[in-house]
């Protein structure tokens, strides 16, 4: 039986998060830039609730830049895990494999991105479901003999 709805699935998925590295990465240099770093220390010091509360621009710059490699990390590896459940369901050699690698995927896209990753998530967690619930269809040999060809009625 061939597994291309999973494929198909799976590699949706994939392609989204690698998207979303893009997107982090791209946030991340941005944050990187003196000019928007200014930017948002401007904002912070004429945001009134800001000022009352003490928030440091400087700190809530530093959170965004490491919150973002925390982000790529957990993203890379559900991609990573993905890949790998790919190959395990290719010509349906281990599909209970490939089905647990892409909950695992989906376990970590999902709770390490805090939903931000739905969309991966979902798309694995169906592909996963469909590796676990669909069977390899039985063909019976027609030229095989059994003993009780001759049996009575």
């Not at 948002?40 to 003490?54: I, R, S, T, Y």
Request: some cysteine.
């Amino acid at each position: 039986m061939k597994r291309t709805a999973e494929g198909v699935l799976t590699i949706i998925g994939i392609v989204v998060n690698v998207l979303m590295i893009a997107g982090a990465l791209f946030l991340g240099a941005l944050f990187e830039d003196p000019a928007v770093q200014q930017e948002m220390e401007m904002e912070f010091q004429n945001d009134p609730a800001f000022a009352d509360a003490g928030v440091d621009p400087a700190m809530v710059t530093d959170l965004f830049a490491s919150l973002g490699v925390f982000f790529n990390v957990v993203v890379i590896i559900s991609t990573v895990l993905s890949i790998i459940a790919l190959f395990a369901m290719k010509r349906n050699k281990k599909p209970k494999l490939a089905g647990g690698l892409l909950i695992a995927s989906t376990l970590v896209v999902a709770v390490g991105t805090v939903l931000l990753g739905w969309l991966p998530a979902l798309l694995f967690l169906i592909a996963a479901i469909m590796c676990f619930v669909r069977k390899p269809k039985v063909v019976e040999d027609p030229y095989a003999h059994s003993d009780d060809e001759m049996r009575p009625l």
